[in-house]
């Protein structure tokens, strides 16, 4: 086949698209969904910018194919705020000068997602092991690890009653 | 950078899946988890007419213990391997290796048996299996061949399975008693391919003395090169930094790694003899500290 119909949940939305069969996760976001917070980098694996999460799990958009993800659920950097109401690692990123021109945040914010709700108390070290595979060419690692600790340490505090 | 034009195939079934590769081996590419093969094909560096797309397939998945030996499913995640408690157990070299490889987001989607199809020389997954003696199963519709690793990897990025072939699953035996094992690379990076990488096993009697070992090592051949020569020495032998370092000096002596950009052959093949003399030295000492738990769990 060329083309597949392929059924997805996306940030909790459900959405029935037709696509190339070549057309890329990342592309599909894009292009055919508006979803323009992923952003693209290399488109081969090796920046990070494209990490959305599906079923779970931090991947590289640009290394799956839309019409492989039927029946999956993605989430992208737009499902984390809630309105206006930025999540607290998106918090801890602004607080902390996480970023500068922004183009690597929406990979960063999406693998470190993922890293809290596996590891919800990481050390630095574990947070910087996490990161090795997003590249930032502005602000250098310490504020995204900086803001990375902080957003763990505030979930533990709301946490607590 | 997009992919050009293929056609898309999903067989729910492995004899599906054989079956399209009977008629189509030739033209197809099989796809696992895409880690290596999707920058491959955004480069069009590669043109397959069809693209055979395993993740639907049903039961090429799984890790299980039976008969001495570990069996993982091709289509296992790196990721699922990882973090095994079975592998940790059963198989500490291969759970020692998995982090190394790439970085979690593309071990969350990269397959075991994807990376031993792929055979890249500086992967870490080929010269575990080949350190372990393991066996890689192939199936065709014509039926099934178990390959050892020496059969099985052929060149750079070349392996024998035949073009109607689908390598389904990967078998190691269990880590024997007082055994250690070390999994060590150097890389640039943390998660780039690694210059070269070691892994390494070392067996121990109830005196201490070596009574088997193995090495494998990556980056400095087209295939993993296995020092079953140079480890040789070791059985028999004490433990020592000494032994270790002959090993390691043994192991360069054959070897002539091509240089490029990243190291030197000379660099390749000095950073091969230190660590591999590592490897056997740390391996050694968790055999060592394996016997000493078993001594007094007996007590």
């Known amino acids: 086949m060329i083309e597949r119909t392929v059924r997805v949940t996306v ?45 779970g799990a931090a991947v590289r958009s640009c290394l799956l194919f839309a019409a492989q993800m039927d029946g999956h659920e993605i989430e992208t950097v737009e499902g984390l705020a809630n309105g206006e109401t930025l999540d607290p690692l998106q918090e801890a990123f602004r607080e902390h000068h996480g970023l500068q021109c922004g183009f690597c945040t929406p990979g960063f914010l999406m693998t ?3 890293l809290l709700r596996e590891c919800p108390n990481p050390s630095d070290a574990q947070v910087r092991e996490a990161i090795s595979g997003n590249l930032c060419r502005c602000t250098g690692y310490r504020n995204i690890v900086t803001a990375a600790l902080t957003a763990a340490r505030s979930r533990a505090a709301s946490a607590r009653p | 950078m997009k992919p050009p034009r293929f056609d898309y195939l999903i067989p729910r079934s492995l004899d599906e899946a054989l079956g399209v590769l009977a008629q189509h081996g030739e033209d197809a590419k099989v796809l696992a988890g895409g880690q290596s093969l999707v920058p491959l094909l955004n480069f069009r560096l590669v043109r397959p007419a069809h693209l055979l797309d395993l993740n639907d397939v049903a039961g090429l998945a799984g890790i ?13 995640r790196q990721r699922a391997v990882e973090t095994s408690a079975l592998v940790r157990e059963r198989c500490p070299l291969l759970a020692e290796a998995m982090p190394q490889i790439g970085h979690v987001q593309i071990r969350n989607r990269g397959t075991i048996g994807g990376s031993l199809a792929h055979a890249d020389p500086a992967a870490e997954l080929p010269a575990v299996v080949a350190a372990l003696d393991g066996e890689l199963v192939l199936r065709s519709a014509r039926g099934e061949r178990v390959l050892t690793p020496d059969r099985y990897f052929v060149a750079y990025l070349t392996t024998a399975a035949e073009p109607d072939e689908l390598l389904v ?27 070269v990488g070691v892994a390494a096993t070392v ?4 005196a201490g003395v070596c009574t088997a070992g193995a090495l494998a090592l990556t980056g400095v051949g087209p295939t993993p090169v296995v020092a079953r ?3 040789r020495t070791l059985v028999g032998a004490r433990p020592t930094p000494a032994a270790f370092e002959e090993v390691g000096r043994r192991v360069v002596a054959g070897l002539r790694p091509d240089g490029d950009l990243h190291a030197s052959s000379e660099y390749r093949a000095q ?29």
Do not use: W, Y
Request: glycine fraction near 8%; proline fraction near 2%.
């Open chain 1, 11 to 55: 940030n909790g939305r459900r959405v029935e698209k037709t696509v190339e069969v070549r057309k890329t996760l990342a592309d599909f976001l894009r292009d055919d969904l508006d979803l323009t917070g992923t952003h693209l980098g290399c488109e081969h694996g090796v920046c990070g910018a494209c990490t959305v999460i599906v079923d």
């Open chain 1, 112 to 114: 470190l997602t993922c």
């Open chain 2, 64 to 76: 299980r213990v039976d008969d001495g030996h570990l069996t993982i499913g091709a289509m296992t």
């Open chain 2, 169 to 195: 699953e990967v078998r190691v035996p269990v880590t024997p008693p007082r055994t250690g094992v070390a999994f060590l690379e150097v890389s640039r990076r943390h998660g780039d391919f690694a210059l």
């Open chain 2, 203 to 206: 067996t121990v009697d109830e």
């Open chain 2, 229 to 231: 020569d140079a480890v």
């Open chain 2, 271 to 299: 950073l091969a003899r230190v660590l591999s003399a590592r490897a056997l030295a740390r391996a050694a000492e968790r055999a060592a500290a394996g016997a000493e738990r078993a001594k007094s769990d007996r007590r």
